[in-house]
C-alpha cells in the first residue's frame, strides 16, 4: 500500500492549509489513519487519528486548530490546519495498519510526507 500525501506549502502564521493521504482502501483500514510531524533536528511526534468509526483524536498542540476528517468515496483522509503556526512547520506524514486485528499484526504504511513551512 503506498500512501500519498499532498497540500504542503508555505504559509505566513495565521494561515490555513489543508494535507491530504490517500490510497486505495485507506478509510477502510481498520488500523485507522494517523498524521504525524517531524520538524528539522526533532523526534516525530503524533498530530491527530482517525479511526474507521470516524471517532478522531488529536495532540494537545493542535487541538482547536487542526481537523481530521475522511472522504470515503476518494478514500483520502484529510487533515485542515487552521490558524498555523512557526512552530508548526514540519514534514507531515500519514500512516496506517500497525494494529492487532484478530490474531494478525497488520503492516505498517507511510507516506513519504508533505512540507509544511510557517514563515512570514
Known amino acids: 500500500v503506498q500512501l500519498v500525501e499532498s497540500g504542503g506549502g508555505v504559509v505566513q502564521p495565521g494561515g490555513f492549509l489543508r494535507l491530504s493521504c490517500t490510497a486505495p482502501?485507506?478509510?477502510?483500514?481498520?488500523?485507522?489513519v494517523n498524521w504525524f510531524r517531524q520538524a528539522a533536528g526533532s523526534q516525530r511526534e503524533w498530530v491527530s487519528t482517525?479511526?474507521?468509526?470516524?471517532?478522531?483524536s488529536y495532540a494537545d498542540f493542535v487541538k482547536g486548530r487542526f481537523t481530521i476528517s475522511k472522504d470515503k468515496a476518494n478514500d483520502t483522509v484529510y487533515l485542515q490546519m487552521n490558524s498555523l503556526k512557526p512552530e508548526d512547520t514540519a514534514m507531515y506524514s500519514c500512516?496506517?495498519?500497525?494494529?492487532?486485528?484478530?490474531?494478525?499484526?497488520?503492516?505498517?504504511?507511510w507516506g513519504q510526507g508533505t512540507q509544511v513551512t510557517v514563515s512570514s
Open positions: 482517525i479511526k474507521i468509526d470516524g471517532s478522531t
Open positions: 482502501g485507506l478509510t477502510s483500514n481498520r488500523c485507522g
Open positions: 500512516k496506517t495498519g500497525g494494529c492487532w486485528i484478530g490474531t494478525y499484526y497488520s503492516n505498517v504504511y
